[in-house]
């Protein structure tokens, strides 16, 4: 997946690297209240200890809903919608296919998680080339000095081309949604559906951030041809401008980047000279009579006959004089025009495609379900769901239905080491987890030090289901019914598996692909379950025994956080009014607040204004104002008004006023959220141990 670079195929990027400044998945939260509760009140010793796991796990694999759940999710009768296969843009690796012409606006793909990475030190290693700025998981610029976002499957395996971008991560809208997340349509609720207690030891296992979207913004470029049946089209992301005009600066491209605006301006040229010079480039083009009589109604609208008697030759060298006039034109207007311009014997090339340089530069972008049932891997077998786990949180369902031995899923992973995902001086010199809570969802193994991110569609939030064990009544609603494998795809990669550890810890491209495969038959709206490895349940279990004296620590409880998000109606009280009944002590008001504001006329104090965007800053409450306010459908919070102090950054600070109730809510202060908890779990997946080559283990 390195960058190419070519003449007109220049968007050659399969790493989305968008560091601009990207459902819930409670993978981890495995055993209900009453399992941890009675470890706890029980004396574990050795000799005992291997009869309480496994009374635990019993406890917490009963289900009573298995039955119900099966029944969630109807059979799609559409097929595959979604594909993973070859990008359209040579040498880029895979991209991103939907059979699906969406509406601008509407969402595109599944909901994904999205993992936060807390002042990240991950250097040049190859994960560096993936992570979103922390802005585009909304909130989590709150939670910490510095903060990137990995998104997967459209965050991490789409392209990108400037002038074929159809989407980009939805943020929601501020005001009155930001008490049911931080955002519409990508939802951050603290805690997931059911409030984290400090006695739970799921808490800070699992990302608070789901539900991340991807919108529409312009239809038009996901638009299927009318002509083409069972047809699909390459989604291209929004990866932002500066992303590719920052690697333009550094030298990161060798070569010139046209940007939207070229190729917008490049298609008013071709479509003008076409419509002046058809004539000439059918005559140059003649192959049929469909073409000959194309030819005559144009020298009929003409109504030039002269050019009838004029050789071959001589139509090509006019041809060939006009276009050139063009592409000094467009060279002295700007260079980027004349560099996504077809060259002149490729026009009527251009003409097949809707007269779009963008679309011509990748011909390929549009392909058949036949093609990407031949050559790719259906994307969206599986589904969020709640979890038929109690307390599992979020869980993968399946869409329709899947024979034993068929693949589930496949998806390509990044390689990383464990001493990346290490957390940086930051934060260590505070009192939080030691390490990223992106290990959580890599597959590793105990043996090495080499760890594997998968970036496909909803692979983040398969539970854990042990092997070959039923509940009591004798169905295998919280067993494993999948299993992990190198993948049989074409693209994997599998000389990889003969480097060394060290070869695999400075590789600069991914490769490597995991499926994931039906171990007997699954129904349709079944939870799809795979075995996290006896490392990852002996972790769980230790993770069990210790947590009470973490819960004990002080630690501060989140349900407090939800209760004054959800008290809307609430009168805020002022700085100087918590100095006699504060807050506590783990969180803070924070402000929707755009850097953009007109400033007062009288005194140069900013006037708040609402916003649709995710600017959101810490601020404290320096006045209160009451008015008299006639609309009855208002509660009492809309009667007040705020004065507040925004602090923007380090140097940068404001002071604003007529803040309503819904431009403040609260949040846990930097270096507070559950993700940073210390004692929180972390534990990669275990792979089984033939996935292991020997090269790859710690010598």
């Known amino acids: 997946q390195n960058m190419i670079f070519s003449r007109y195929l220049f968007l050659a990027l399969f790493i989305p690297a968008s560091t601009l400044g990207s459902p819930e998945a409670d993978l981890f939260h495995r055993h209900d209240q009453s399992a941890y509760l009675a470890l706890r009140s029980s004396s574990v010793s050795s000799q005992n200890e291997a009869q309480n796991r496994q009374r635990r796990r019993r406890k917490f694999t009963r289900n009573k809903s298995y039955n119900e759940a099966k029944k969630r999710l109807p059979d799609d009768p559409r097929g595959c919608t979604l594909y993973g296969a070859p990008s359209s843009i040579p040498d880029s690796g895979l991209g991103m296919y939907t059979t699906v012409s ?31 700025s922390g802005e585009q998981l909304v909130g989590n610029t709150l939670e910490a000095k510095k903060t990137e976002g990995l998104i997967p499957s459209l965050g991490m395996l789409a392209n990108s ?3 074929l971008k159809s989407c980009k991560i939805d943020l929601g809208k501020g005001g009155s949604s930001i008490f049911k997340g ?7 609720m603290h805690w997931g559906p059911i409030p984290w207690e400090v006695d739970e030891p799921g808490r800070g296992a699992s990302s608070e951030y789901y539900n ?16 083409m049946s069972n047809g699909a089209t390459e989604i291209f992301v929004d990866y932002g401008e500066e992303w590719f005009a920052w690697r333009e600066r550094n030298g990161a491209f060798s070569g010139m980047i046209p940007f939207e605006k070229h190729f917008i301006r490049a298609d008013a040229m071709i479509k003008r000279f076409v419509e002046e010079n058809e004539y000439l480039i059918l005559a140059n083009i003649l192959e049929n009579e469909r073409d000959q009589q194309r030819l005559e109604k144009s020298l009929q609208q003409k109504e030039n ?13 006019l041809l060939n004089n ?12 700007d260079p980027k025009i004349a560099y996504v311009l077809p060259p002149v014997d490729q026009i009527h090339n251009l003409i097949d495609v809707g007269l779009s340089t963008a679309r011509y530069s990748v011909p390929n972008s549009l392909q058949s379900t036949s093609w990407l049932d031949a050559h790719g891997f259906c994307m969206d077998n599986m589904r969020m769901g709640r979890s038929t786990i109690p307390q599992a949180g979020m869980g993968a369902f399946a869409v329709r239905s899947m024979p034993e031995g068929s693949v589930v899923a496949t998806t390509p992973v990044v390689t990383l080491y464990q001493d990346l995902l290490k957390v940086a001086k930051e934060s260590k010199n505070r009192d939080v987890n030691d390490l990223q809570l992106l290990i959580n969802y890599c597959f590793g193994h105990p043996n090495t030090t080499l760890l594997m991110f998968p970036y496909s569609s909803t692979i983040h939030f398969i539970n854990h289901g ?12 919280t067993s494993a019914n999948a299993m992990l494998r190198w993948s049989h795809s074409e693209y994997h990669a599998s000389e990889l598996l003969e480097k060394s550890l060290q070869e695999m810890q400075e590789l600069q491209k991914t490769g490597l692909m995991i499926d994931i495969v039906a171990t007997r038959n699954i129904s349709i709206g079944e939870e799809i379950l795979i075995d996290y490895g006896n490392d990852w349940v002996e972790k769980w279990d230790e993770h ?30 002022t700085r100087s009014e918590q100095n006699s009944m504060p807050y506590p002590s783990h969180v803070q008001t924070v402000c929707y607040f755009s850097k953009h504001h007109d400033y007062d006329d009288s005194e140069g104090i900013l006037r708040w204004q609402f916003t649709t965007t995710t600017e959101m800053y810490p601020c404290s409450i320096l006045a209160r104002e009451s008015f008299r306010n006639d609309q009855s459908q208002l509660d009492k919070s809309d009667t007040h008004l705020y004065m507040v102090h925004v602090i923007i950054d380090d140097s940068t600070d404001a002071y604003v006023v007529n803040v309503p109730r819904y431009g403040i809510f609260f949040a846990e202060k930097a270096y507070q959220s559950n993700q940073l908890l210390k004692c929180g779990f972390r534990r990669f997946i275990s792979l089984a141990d033939d996935m292991v080559p020997e090269s790859w283990k710690k010598q």
């Open 466 to 477: 042990a092997t070959n064990t039923n509940d009591q009544a004798g169905n295998d609603s």
């Open 322 to 333: 006009k276009y050139q006039l063009l592409l000094d034109e467009s060279t002295k207007e």
């Open 212 to 227: 991340v979207y991807f919108q529409v913004t312009d239809a038009k470029k996901l638009k299927i041809p009318d002509g």
């Open 102 to 132: 969406p509406s601008n606006d509407e969402a595109i793909g599944l909901p994904e998680i999205g993992i936060s990475l807390i002042d990240p030190s991950i250097g040049r290693a190859l994960l560096a080339n993936y992570p979103w």
């Open 182 to 188: 931080f955002g519409g349509g990508q939802s951050r």
């Open 161 to 163: 081309h400037l002038g």
């Open 544 to 573: 069990l025994v210790h947590w009470e004296e973490c819960s004990n620590d002080n630690v501060p409880s989140p349900s407090a956080l939800m209760r004054l998000n959800n008290d809307q109606s609430s009168i805020l009280r």
């Open 305 to 317: 006959q002269l050019l009838s008697p004029m050789k071959k030759d001589d139509l090509k060298a």
